[in-house]
């Protein structure tokens, strides 16, 4: 069986991850929430500190579809 995933992003600050795994539709008011509280909030971060990584969506096989069934 293929499944799809979907696009996910990772947020750093520096070289710590900060949030991973947020949803396609929540990127943009969590990154511009992001770069809006570094401005605000008194951290070692500045606003170029901040980054993300975009894992996009993809196709894999899933060897046994049962193990994802939650109807149960």
Known sequence: MIKETETVYHFYAGKDCILHSV???DFK???TTLK???GLMHTS???EDLSYTKLPAQKIEV???SLDDHSY
């Open 29 to 31: 008011v969590t990154w």
């Open 45 to 47: 971060y500045k606003e």
């Open 36 to 38: 809006a509280m570094v």
């Open 23 to 25: 949803k396609e539709e």
């Open 63 to 65: 060897e046994n579809p």
